[in-house]
């Protein structure tokens, strides 16, 4: 079945400092990756996603790369904010299992 | 407001005791699902439900029921309550899997002793 592991655990960054996260799944034919993020006391939020006909995707300052020859797709925060302080969830999707299998999780602190 | 609201937010109970964890969607919502967080495992599926005819196991079953009687509710039930059900709960919902956008609620922290 298809795996997803995601880097790094933790991340510390200055405020107004770029950000990336990396996630690697192992089922080649997974073919939609969302990004969820994960703010104290609530439940996860769609914040972007890409589907595997694209190889990147931006909204704002937020953008999200697929590369499906490694098996890698990574999500990339510029101009970081205090707000952006939260736990970041990548996960892959794919038609023969018809689910959507989630990495262990980014807790990205943002320091001011 | 379009939601999916859990209930209750936190739980503590004792080994054994049945109880019942509540979800209810306003968005009409045909697919339901529940997970548990667990620290350094991310979110795991507990129960999904494509539509109200249509229940299914995800990857961690185990200990748990779920029902969906009608389309908005998706209760998650453990019979007998044992330690390692320890973790967050959350429910979420979408309009047709998860390969659309999940909404997720606030999530359930239960304790059992």
């Known amino acids: 079945g298809e795996n997803v592991e995601q880097h790094p655990s933790t991340l510390s960054v200055q405020e107004g400092d770029s950000a990336v996260i990396k996630c690697t799944y192992s089922?080649?034919?997974?073919?939609?990756f969302p990004w969820y993020k994960q703010e104290l006391g609530k439940g996860p939020q769609l914040i972007i996603d890409i589907r595997s006909n694209v190889g990147e995707k931006k909204d704002q300052r937020i953008a999200v790369t697929l590369n499906k020859t490694a098996k890698h797709f990574s999500l990339h925060i510029t101009e970081t904010q205090p707000e952006d302080s939260a736990v970041y969830f990548c996960a892959a999707w794919g038609e023969y299992g018809n689910k959507l299998v989630f990495g262990a999780g980014t807790i990205l602190r943002v320091k001011s | 407001e379009a939601q999916v609201t859990q209930n209750p937010r936190y739980l503590i109970t004792v080994t054994g005791k049945k109880l019942t964890v509540t979800c209810s969607q306003n968005m009409n919502h045909e697919y339901m699902s529940w997970y548990r967080q667990d620290p350094g495992l991310g979110l795991r599926q507990i129960y999904y439900?494509?539509?109200?005819?249509?229940?299914d196991k995800g990857d961690v079953p185990e200990g748990y029921k779920v029902s969906r009687k009608e389309k908005r509710n998706f209760p998650l039930i453990l019979e007998s309550p044992s330690p390692n059900q320890t973790s967050l709960y959350f429910c979420a919902s979408s309009f047709g899997g998860t390969n659309e956008k999940l909404f997720f609620g606030s999530g359930t922290q239960l304790s059992v002793l």
């Open positions: 439900s494509m539509n109200v005819e249509v229940t």
């Open positions: 089922d080649s034919a997974s073919n939609y």
